[in-house]
Nanobody, 117 residues
Framework: HVRLEESGGGSVQSGGSLRLSCSVF?????????MAWYRQAPGKRRDLVAR???????EYVDSVKGRFTITRENDKKMVYLQMNDLQPEDSARYYC??????????WGPGTQVTVSS
């Protein structure tokens, strides 16, 4: 099974920035996978935030466009999410994973982002 480990979360005030990191372990197929960041607020479903294709094309949900940037380092099997101008509605637990559901890709513990107004 592929193991994922997120880090970089924290507590910031509105307008602040955080950079999330995701380490991907135990796969030789990282380069060919579309990777994604998701987030889940308490009592809500886990939603897609951004994705990055193998050719580094990126896509974002409307609510984060212009504020968040997803990047990847294939040689290190890392995915990042730079988050600027954070708002209270961005508060959630953030997860990375393969964009295409795959049983072998277990969800990691996520990293908590809390934004205060």
């Amino acid at each position: 099974h592929v193991r994922l480990e997120e880090s970089g979360g924290g507590s910031v005030q509105s307008g602040g920035s955080l950079r999330l990191s995701c380490s991907v372990f135990e796969t030789v197929l990282f380069n060919v996978n579309t990777m994604a960041w998701y987030r889940q607020a308490p009592g809500k479903r886990r939603d897609l935030v951004a994705r990055i294709l193998p050719d580094e094309t990126t896509e974002y949900v409307d609510s984060v466009k212009g504020r968040f940037t997803i990047t990847r380092e294939n040689d290190k099997k890392m995915v990042y999410l730079q988050m600027n101008d954070l708002q209270p509605e961005d508060s959630a637990r953030y997860y990375c994973n393969n964009y295409v559901p795959a049983p072998a890709w277990s969800w990691g513990p996520g990293t908590q982002v809390t934004v205060s107004s």
